[in-house]
């Protein structure tokens, strides 16, 4: 039906890899699709939510009726959804590079010709997105979503990690098959007090559910 229960709200969504540029024309980077952000985007649009969608890189068309801001490394990311805020509900569904090159270089890199040793590459980490925004003090989200991405004990290490970022839900799954870049995904929806596993299901599918569940939360469960 074309119930609209989301409606009126605001909902902030990172998806994609970020790109952590090394020079010029070097990055450091990560598989992610940005299928499962992207589907959830458009799914919470459907039910009449205003979206925010902070992308990295994706070769995906921009979800009908969202807002699109393009970004490359977690920093920008970062500022971007600080940007966008306030927010009703943050998912923070991006494979966000933990780390970025200490150093970026403004001129392409020789890294063959000078000298004789082989170049460091020297990290600096990368501000977790997720755990900034679960614990501002100002304009923190009423319902804050991770994903976990785990290859074993998935829903021991989700509970851990919910409250290491401070965040509300977490969606974990398992990643040890060939989830990444896949059209299915098997996941756990792990709460304060709760874990359902779902079955193997398309990602819009997984996407609709996590929509639906929303708007439970949220306490217009029809769209009255
Ligand atoms: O710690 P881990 O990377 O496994 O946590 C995954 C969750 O944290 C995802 O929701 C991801 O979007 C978020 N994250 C983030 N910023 C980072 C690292 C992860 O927002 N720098």
């Known amino acids: 039906n074309g119930a609209k229960p989301l409606e009126g709200q605001h909902i902030l969504i990172t998806a994609g890899p970020t790109r952590e540029p090394l020079d010029p024309v070097r990055y450091l980077s990560n598989h992610s699709s940005g299928k499962q952000g992207y589907a959830i985007a458009a799914a919470v649009a459907r039910l009449g939510a205003r979206v925010t969608l902070v992308s990295g890189p994706v070769a995906l068309a921009p979800p009908k009726g969202v807002d699109m801001v393009n970004v490359e490394t977690a920093r920008d990311m970062l500022k971007a959804c600080e940007t966008a805020l306030p927010a009703d509900v943050f998912i923070s569904v991006a494979a966000v590079a933990d780390w970025r090159p200490s150093i970026s ?88 007090d709760n874990v359902e596993h779902w079955p193997r299901m398309d990602k819009t599918t997984v996407a609709r559910n996590l929509a639906n569940r929303i708007a439970v939360a949220l306490g217009n469960p029809d769209g009255q």
Not at 114 to 134: C, H, M, Q, V, Y
């Open 105 to 192: 270089a403004n001129k392409k890199l020789k890294l063959k010709d000078e000298g004789k040793t082989l170049p460091a590459l020297s990290l600096a980490e990368n501000p977790d997105i997720l755990a900034t925004i679960s614990k501002k003090r100002k304009n923190r989200p009423g319902l804050v979503i991770g994903f976990a991405a785990e290859t074993h004990d998935v829903e021991a290490l989700a509970q851990a990690k919910m409250k290491r970022k401070g965040c509300d839900w977490i969606v974990a799954n398992d990643v040890s098959g060939d989830v990444m870049g896949g059209a299915e995904n098997e996941v756990s929806l792990v709460t304060r």
